[in-house]
């Protein structure tokens, strides 16, 4: 019976496959496909960290019901990885718990270290813990379950809706566990806030922007999200919904600080309204650019919107927000989702990539999030593509960047290696063009 290769030998593989890759991509990719777990060990480290607090989605190959209490309570949002015997520029990783993974923080020599297989290959920092964290209302809502935090600190992670009114099999975009999720945070007992309120959302945003202590991480951007509207909410539609939020956010934070927004595709009007009020970047998430799987895959899209319409409306919405500040994502895997997607790794990158070149010929940034098979989405149980998929699918990208020099806005925060906050794909590690 052969005995499997060790983990560090075959990153060491693909070090020399592609030798023109930073280490630090090929390491991060590998990681966010894998997941990791943490120790008891270096749970007990993790008092002082920014806790991970399922801001949408669980990001995580098992479900809270199958984790260890702590795990579910107490992980730290991202990992921040360096040094080690490749010599790693510093790169931060999402938290993606997974039980069956090669991967381990763990306390060596007194030390929170990364393993591969038992080997250490890195150092570990988390991002240290707010004192916000800790603050609580009369209610007994949490300051950072209204707002917390993200990507070391980086941006602020504002989820106003956290259902989608994509319902059922028809409507669910298949790779998304977004109500799923809601439903398990729920059940472990975890205080799981759905729909958040005004007055308590700019309390923690004065804390956040006006009243940070000094020697706290300082935060450059304020993200609002959530799950796509297309009955009403609170007797508001979509746009009316998002207006109540950003309206006083607004007035209160002006325009020092860049404010994001994702929702649905809009027409040209409804995203005017939006800029209106101060929204400075819109995100309408594209998730999969062949045709055949958009169907699919995003049913609810579809029947909503249309591929073509919704394509068509984010690059019009370039003419209402500028170029560098349309930032569509993709769920960067799914394309080769069985039983639908591509078998061939080369005929998936150059599928998403066609879209890349289409998309920044006309001023569009897209971006990507490297898909985790989290095990409550329709697709759950499957393995995630191959790392080959990952490494071409960045250097697509970043190869098209360089092509069509569309603006980095600071809104998706700095790029190349060892500066990159991006904590969920490694395409801003890939350089600075």
Same mark, same amino acid.
């Given at each position: 019976?052969?005995?499997?290769?060790?983990?560090?030998?075959?990153?060491?593989?693909?070090?020399?496959?592609?030798?023109?890759?930073?280490?630090?991509?090929?390491?991060? @990719?590998?990681?966010?496909?894998?997941?990791?777990?943490?120790?008891?060990?270096?749970?007990?480290?993790?008092?002082?960290?920014?806790?991970?607090?399922?801001?949408? %989605?669980?990001?995580? *190959?098992?479900? /809270?019901?199958?984790?260890?209490?702590?795990?579910?309570?107490?992980?730290?949002?991202?990992? *921040?990885?360096?040094?080690?015997?490749?010599?790693?520029?510093?790169?931060?990783?999402?938290?993606?718990?997974?039980?069956?993974?090669?991967?381990?923080?763990?306390?060596?020599?007194?030390?929170?270290?990364?393993?591969? #297989?038992?080997?250490?290959?890195?150092?570990?920092?988390?991002?240290?813990?707010?004192?916000?964290? #800790?603050?609580?209302?009369?209610?007994?809502?949490?300051?950072?379950?209204?707002?917390?935090?993200?990507? %070391?600190?980086?941006?602020?992670?504002?989820? +106003?809706?956290?259902? +989608?009114?994509? &319902?059922?099999?028809?409507?669910?975009?298949?790779?998304?566990?977004?109500?799923?999720? $809601?439903?398990?945070?729920?059940?472990?007992? *975890?205080?799981?806030?759905?729909?958040?309120?005004?007055?308590?959302?700019? @309390?923690?945003?004065? *804390?956040?922007?006006?009243?940070?202590?000094?020697?706290?991480?300082?935060?450059?951007?304020?993200?609002?999200?959530?799950?796509?509207?297309?009955?009403?909410?609170?007797?508001?539609?979509?746009?009316?919904?998002?207006?109540?939020?950003?309206?006083?956010?607004?007035?209160?934070?002006?325009?020092? &600080?860049?404010?994001?927004?994702?929702?649905?595709?809009?027409?040209?009007?409804?995203?005017?309204?939006?800029?209106?009020?101060?929204?400075?970047?819109?995100?309408?998430?594209?998730?999969? &650019?062949?045709?055949?799987? &958009?169907?699919?895959? +995003?049913?609810?899209? @579809?029947?909503?919107?249309?591929? #073509?319409?919704?394509?068509?409306?984010?690059?019009?919405? /370039?003419?209402?927000?500028?170029?560098?500040?349309?930032?569509?994502?993709?769920?960067?895997?799914?394309?080769?989702?069985?039983?639908?997607?591509?078998?061939? $790794?080369?005929?998936?990158?150059?599928?998403?990539?066609?879209?890349?070149?289409?998309?920044?010929?006309?001023?569009?940034?897209?971006?990507?999030?490297?898909?985790? $098979?989290?095990?409550?989405?329709?697709?759950?149980?499957?393995?995630?593509?191959?790392?080959?998929?990952?490494?071409?699918?960045?250097?697509?990208?970043?190869?098209?960047? +360089?092509?069509?020099?569309?603006?980095?806005?600071?809104?998706?925060?700095?790029?190349?290696?060892?500066?990159?906050?991006?904590?969920?794909?490694? %395409?801003?590690?890939?350089?600075?063009?």
């Amino acid at each position: 019976m052969s005995q499997a290769v060790p983990k560090t030998a075959e990153i060491e593989a693909y070090f020399r496959k592609y030798p023109d890759v930073h280490r630090e991509v090929i390491v991060k @990719e590998d990681i966010l496909s894998c997941g990791f777990k943490y120790t008891d060990a270096a749970l007990e480290r993790a008092v002082n960290a920014q806790t991970k607090m399922y801001h949408l %989605f669980s990001y995580d *190959r098992i479900t /809270v019901a199958d984790m260890h209490k702590r795990e579910s309570t107490r992980v730290p949002e991202e990992i *921040r990885l360096r040094g080690g015997q490749y010599g790693l520029r510093p790169l931060i990783v999402h938290s993606r718990i997974n039980d069956k993974t090669p991967y381990t923080v763990d306390v060596v020599d007194g030390k929170l270290a990364f393993l591969a #297989d038992g080997e250490i290959i890195g150092e570990v920092e988390y991002a240290p813990r707010p004192a916000y964290y #800790d603050m609580t209302f009369p209610d007994k809502t949490q300051y950072a379950e209204i707002v917390p935090l993200t990507w %070391f600190g980086y941006f602020a992670f504002l989820t +106003c809706l956290r259902n +989608c009114q994509y &319902w059922g099999d028809k409507e669910e975009c298949k790779f998304c566990d977004i109500n799923a999720n $809601v439903r398990q945070q729920k059940e472990s007992g *975890r205080q799981y806030t759905v729909h958040k309120k005004v007055d308590q959302i700019l @309390e923690v945003l004065k *804390r956040i922007f006006f009243e940070r202590p000094e020697n706290e991480l300082r935060t450059h951007t304020l993200i609002l999200t959530g799950g796509t509207i297309v009955r009403t909410v609170q007797k508001a539609d979509d746009i009316d919904f998002y207006l109540h939020y950003v309206e006083p956010i607004k007035a209160l934070l002006g325009n020092r &600080w860049c404010m994001q927004l994702q929702t649905a595709a809009k027409a040209r009007p409804e995203l005017e309204r939006l800029k209106a009020a101060g929204v400075n970047s819109h995100q309408a998430n594209i998730e999969v &650019w062949d045709a055949r799987l &958009w169907k699919i895959l +995003c049913p609810g899209k @579809e029947s909503f919107v249309g591929r #073509d319409e919704w394509i068509k409306r984010v690059i019009d919405s /370039v003419n209402v927000f500028g170029e560098g500040y349309v930032y569509p994502n993709f769920v960067a895997g799914v394309e080769m989702a069985k039983p639908w997607g591509f078998e061939d $790794v080369d005929q998936a990158v150059k599928s998403t990539a066609s879209g890349f070149d289409y998309l920044m010929a006309h001023g569009v940034m897209p971006r990507m999030n490297h898909w985790t $098979v989290e095990p409550l989405s329709p697709l759950g149980g499957q393995e995630p593509p191959p790392l080959d998929y990952y490494i071409k699918m960045d250097l697509a990208w970043y190869e098209l960047f +360089c092509k069509h020099r569309v603006p980095f806005a600071n809104g998706l925060g700095p790029m190349g290696p060892g500066k990159s906050v991006n904590a969920n794909s490694a %395409f801003q590690d890939m350089g600075e063009c």
